[in-house]
């Protein structure tokens, strides 16, 4: 069996292959023989490529608000949730979308989706969270939304709502205000979109 990869940059569309291509065989039987040989041609043909359909995630910000260290009771506890709507861009046809969840700065636990807050904040970490309150875990794959199934069926857009949370995981406190962007890539099908989702 021969078939083809696609091993660049090529673009959509129906090309016709140039060339003829000969592969040559060859079959030892055994040392002191002539080998057998074979030739086997691949005429000319026309490829179509086609890319499946993605998804792309719209940029937005999302303000934690400002936060004095009363407003936390001791290490591991939480304060100042936001909600916020990741909203997806998707091409017809393009099924199920999975998603994960990668953080930009260091990870304090992965199953508990605590990353670290930057801007001069010390004892904080951000925790995300599903939109039932769970922990969001970093890396893993998990169902985003489904979209239309068919490529003739319309361009669409998917919503879910995902709270964060400070939390306070030190045994103290920093700044009163704190950074992290996380890069959550939308993957389906093996191709990813990695937006700007900023809490500030």
Not at 57 to 79: D, I, K, W, Y
Not at 98 to 118: C, F, H, R
Not at 169 to 195: I, Y
Request: hydrophobic share 40%; proline share 7%; net charge neutral.
């Amino acid at each position: 069996m021969v078939k083809f990869i696609r091993i660049g940059d090529v673009p959509r569309g129906t090309f016709p292959t140039d060339l003829t291509m000969v592969i040559q065989t060859r079959l030892y039987e055994d040392p002191f023989t002539e080998p057998m040989r074979a030739d086997f041609w691949l005429a000319l043909t026309t490829l179509k490529i086609a890319d499946p359909p993605s998804c792309r995630m719209r940029t937005q910000e999302v303000n934690m608000g400002t936060l004095s260290p009363a407003s936390f009771s001791g290490v591991g506890s939480h304060a100042g949730r936001r909600s916020y709507d990741l909203v997806l861009d998707c091409e017809a046809g393009v099924g199920q979308v999975d998603y994960q969840a990668v953080p930009t700065t260091v990870v304090i636990n992965s199953e508990l989706g605590l990353a670290e807050a930057i801007g001069g904040v010390g004892g904080v970490a951000y925790q995300f969270l599903n939109a039932d309150g769970s922990p969001m875990r970093f890396y893993a794959t998990d169902l985003f939304g489904h979209g239309g199934s068919k490529r003739g069926s319309a361009h669409q857009d998917l919503r879910r709502a995902f709270p964060a949370d400070p939390a306070y995981h030190h045994a103290r406190a920093g700044k009163r205000r704190a950074d992290v962007q996380p890069c959550l890539p939308m993957n389906r099908a093996g191709s990813a979109a990695c937006p700007a989702v900023s809490l500030q």
